[in-house]
């Protein structure tokens, strides 16, 4: 059974930066995070294939950077520049995804299948 645990989160200052870690029991080709405040609408975030392709949402674009480390089954967000708008629940997610015409294909960012119970990342201004 996939299990996915957030670690990271925090309170950070305007400015600052954070990174988020998710460890996973076993690889899914797709793999990334979302992000939902209170009173708002899930946003995915960031997404990183097996490939090492990666999808952003502008909001987050030349701030945030996802990675994922094989060996050590564990998914990575960082994030720099944090601003009081990036204030959410963080939550890893993962998706097995499909094959068309021959090649993998993931959900989009705000269609993953899994996700792991959060952790919260706090932005003061």
Known sequence: QLQLMESGGASVETGGNLTLSCEYTYETYCMGWFRQA?????EGVAAITDDRETTYADSVKGRFAVARDAARRTLFLQMRSLKPDDTAMY???????????????CPGLNDYKYFGQGTQVTVSS
Do not use: Q
């Open 38 to 42: 209170p009173g708002k609408e899930r």
């Open 91 to 105: 939550y890893c997610m993962a998706d097995g995804g499909w094959r068309r015409s021959g090649k993998p294909v």
